[in-house]
């Protein structure tokens, strides 16, 4: 299990970063001892009031922009090149088992009133592709009568309300001011209480560094104005990114044009990842 | 092919990262070692607090007994965490709306009350030590009753005044702590077999009952070994005590469940499959039949027709043995149960020992820590006094 080193040139912003917010978090956090009691304070509205100091990103200011994602289901074909390239991206396990994205296939065979539903990493799936660190959909279907059958890609919600930030006993997880929700690695202590409380399964402990992992929305790309990697390798256009406070971006054209819906809207986690083309059934 | 990553198996459609179960069994033993501190303190609050006599031979072992069960729940929390070393960032910058971040507080203060309560219950007991010792031994009780030497009356009053303050502020942080521990996988809101209300109550009262429990088989147990009488009062009235908080608990368990099964929510079908199937055994059968219902018929018929003396004492035995086994299955039932159905609510995973600092032969040693260190705690402040003088 080699890993791609972490570091280098686009990484390290982010990491100077992720290191000046977690001082400042620290020293923020320590004030608030004081004053605010557990109780006082309601759900994650406490995300906003710690305001750290602007993070160390040339030419890029946390509050100009409100990132939001996109998911046309109805587009994806289910080639999973979104998964290797988010693995490669960002030195992702390359098991079958840590996933920052992932792609589910809902079948249902004819008659039948509930679907079969499996992702990549069904073992028929990791056997069909022969390796875990690659990644395709099995021909189990392939002699099946199908009534209706597509995929749906998933990925970390970042929500406006989240539930992993809500329960980090640190602080380590946190919202940044535009809009995504992410780990400092170095101030985590592994407890994995963020991985029971997100309802979308979009997080898991790296084997390797002993902390919590998840999707960045490519933070290092994006905030050098590029797509997240796996919006850039997608063939059919189901993923879409950008600034929702930019009316000409794809995620407001998106946004205006179809009716949207989240998953699990009745945790209240209010996702900033929206789907056009779901089913009753995926949740 | 290269072989699968050790992870659990499953059946139907669970998330990938579901595959790896996050909480092992440190996680069960963590709530079941602060359900015996809660319990313990709560009999040996009984006496300080209460002043029912009858609880006074058991009073300063069940002070000790949580004392050592808490020292140990920190190591089950540190056995589990990925980075051990940043522990204490919980407690150095807490995220306030953390429900585990206010662990560290509720802990640490809870640890210094039971010890500087322990300290005052055993304080008169190592100044007579100390005085009657020489050479090391003396220096050492000297140094546990931090160089106090004054035993008067006046002190004597002082003492108790002090632990009767400790007692009642203890009763509340004793099942604060604990209540909370259930109100960490109550609040979640991502899995249907946690996410209740009613899940800090039940925490609390099979909590009490555990305690009770680890109370007489210990007594007994410490009685046999060193062949003093049992005082069958004490053993009496912690059978009656076990007998009414179990059948609270197991009613409050069974309203929880049947909560869940008549809301029916989406998802009841993969509920259903899971508790008719894998949990069938060590649900239905072994924690609510075998750990509940029969301790409560043992109980309630012994009572019922008055058995006292020896019969009394075996069947109290029995009974707070089956609750032990009941309480570890409903952590279990609770912790690894929760993560067995998936969040997708469309399928199961399957716990397997993860084996390594996570897996059952550590949690083993980490449960016969305290066990351990009472043996030894017991032989330099003797909690026997009480025992035999009433015996």
Known sequence: MKRKPKGGDIKSGRRAFLRGFGKALASVSALMIGGAGLLGKKGTSDAAVIKPEIPPIPDYDWTEHDWGYGIDATRCIGCLRCVEACKAENGVAPTAHHFRTWVERYVWLEGEERPLVDSQSDPGNIAASGSQKEYRFDNRYQDKKIDKAFFVPKICNHCRHPSCVQVCPTGATFKTEDGAVLIDHDYCIGCQYCVQACPYGARFFDPADQVTEKCTWCYHRITKGLQPACVEVCPVGARIFGDMNNEASDISKFLRENRVQVLKPETGNAPTCFYIGLDKEVS | ?391
Request: charged share 15%.
């Open chain 2, 1 to 391: 092919m290269e072989a699968l990553y050790h992870a659990s198996p499953f059946t139907g459609y669970v998330y990938p990262n579901e595959t790896i179960i996050p909480w092992t069994v440190m996680i069960v033993i963590y709530p079941y070692m602060t359900g015996l501190v809660a319990g313990a303190f709560s009999v040996s609050s009984l006496y300080h607090v209460f002043g029912m006599e009858k609880f006074k031979p058991v009073a300063r072992f069940a002070l000790l007994t949580a004392l050592c069960f808490m020292l140990f729940v920190p190591m089950t929390l540190l056995l589990h965490l990925g980075q051990p070393q940043r522990a204490f960032n919980a407690m150095i910058t807490p995220h306030l709306t953390s429900a585990f971040a206010a662990f560290g507080y509720f802990a640490a203060f809870y640890a210094v009350l039971l010890m500087l309560e322990t300290w005052f219950a055993f304080r008169e007991d190592n100044v007579i030590r100390a005085r009657n010792s020489t050479g090391l031994v003396r220096s050492f009780y000297r140094a546990i009753t931090l160089w106090s030497d004054d035993i008067s009356e006046k002190a004597r009053s002082y003492d108790h005044k002090w632990m009767l303050t400790l007692a009642i502020v203890g009763i509340p942080s004793a099942h604060g702590l604990h209540g909370y521990v259930g109100f960490v996988f109550g609040s979640l809101k991502s899995r249907e077999w946690w996410g209740s209300d009613m899940m800090p109550v039940i925490f609390l009262f099979s909590a009490i009952i555990s305690g009770i429990a680890v109370l007489i088989v210990l007594y007994t147990l410490v009685c046999k070994v060193r062949k003093t009488p049992i005082d069958h009062a004490c053993v009496r009235g912690m059978g009656g005590a076990l007998w009414g908080f179990l059948m609270f608990t197991l009613l409050l368990e069974g309203l929880e469940f049947a909560n869940v099964v008549y809301k029916g929510k989406e998802g009841i079908e993969i509920i259903m499959e899971y508790v008719t199937g894998p949990l069938f055994y060590r649900y239905f059968v072994f924690q609510f039949a075998v750990g509940a219902v029969v301790p409560i018929i043992i109980l309630g018929l012994m009572f019922a027709r008055d058995v006292r003396g020896k019969a009394f004492l075996v069947g109290a035995v029995i009974s707070s043995l089956l609750v032990l086994m009941n309480v570890f299955l409903m952590r279990w039932n609770v912790v690894i149960g929760g993560q067995e159905i998936a969040k997708t609510m469309r399928g199961l995973v399957y716990y397997h020992d993860p084996g390594g600092r996570e897996g059952l032969a550590a949690a083993l040693a980490v449960l016969s820590g305290p066990f351990i260190l009472l043996a030894i705690l017991t032989r330099v402040m003797p909690p026997w006094k009480e025992m035999t003088e009433k015996g």
